[in-house]
T-cell receptor
Framework: AQKVTQAQTEISVVEKEDVTLDCVYE???????LFWYKQPPSGELVFLIR??????QNEISGRYSWNFQKSTSSFNFTITASQVVDSAVYFC????????????FGAGTQVVVTP | DAGVTQSPTHLIKTRGQHVTLRCSPI?????VSWYQQVLGQGPQFIFQ???????GRGNFPDRFSARQFPNYSSELNVNALLLGDSALYLC?????????????FGAGSRLTVL
């Protein structure tokens, strides 16, 4: 069985502070994919990143960075120099190779950035 | 380019009624998945259809059904509505091949059951 845990329910920061969102996952498969999605108040889930289980190279994309560690089953997400527009709910998700249309989502972390 | 479109955006039903939600995928996407998102929780997988065939089903009762049409659009039907069916219903579509598990979501249909 697969499971995704986002222990942080809500994080509040002041603009320009860094924010790190934690994600811990469980899966029995050796091949799987991890994702981060953003859900602004409009409700539409926006894809941010995909990482497969064989690629532990960390990634930076603008103000976003991701830290994937198989040893601890974690896939954490950092927003550097946060902005008010980053305010949203962020979801971590997992899918296994033969279930490519089925994502197992975590409960989400609400990020509130105040000016 | 048009994204994933869903209709209606909001609807209110009463217990015991039936509802049909509709989804049009991105042009060229042959896979459609449906998710239920209860307030304050992450989305839960309901169904996936690919090339008009059901490819996966989540842990939902038989009151939930879906289908995919030849143009790859999809419908989600829920019978005998319960208060607990109140949620945001999200549709997602994806391409084949290497990007098959990158889902593009629509804005959702918010269902309120009274």
């Amino acid at each position: 069985a697969q499971k995704v845990t986002q222990a942080q329910t809500e994080i509040s920061v002041v603009e320009k502070e860094d924010v790190t969102l934690d994600c811990v996952y469980e899966t029995r498969d050796t091949t799987y994919y991890l994702f981060w999605y953003k859900q602004p108040p409009s409700g539409e889930l926006v894809f941010l990143i995909r990482r497969n289980s064989f690629d532990e190279q960390n990634e930076i994309s603008g103000r976003y960075s991701w830290n994937f560690q198989k040893s601890t089953s974690s896939f954490n997400f950092t927003i550097t120099a946060s902005q008010v527009v980053d305010s949203a709910v962020y979801f971590c998700a997992l899918t296994e190779t033969d279930s490519w249309g089925k994502l197992q989502f975590g409960a989400g972390t609400q990020v509130v950035v105040t000016p | 380019d048009a994204g994933v479109t869903q209709s209606p955006t909001h609807l209110i039903k009463t217990r015991g009624q039936h509802v049909t939600l509709r989804c049009s995928p991105i042009s060229g996407h042959k896979s459609v998945s449906w998710y239920q998102q209860v307030l304050g929780q992450g989305p839960q997988f309901i169904f996936q259809y690919y090339e008009k065939e059901e490819r996966g089903r989540g842990n939902f009762p038989d009151r939930f059904s879906a289908r995919q049409f030849p143009n790859y659009s999809s419908e989600l039907n829920v019978n005998a509505l319960l208060l607990g069916d109140s949620a945001l219903y999200l549709c997602a579509s994806s391409l084949d091949g290497r990007r098959a598990n990158v889902l593009t979501f629509g804005a959702g249909s918010r269902l309120t059951v009274l």
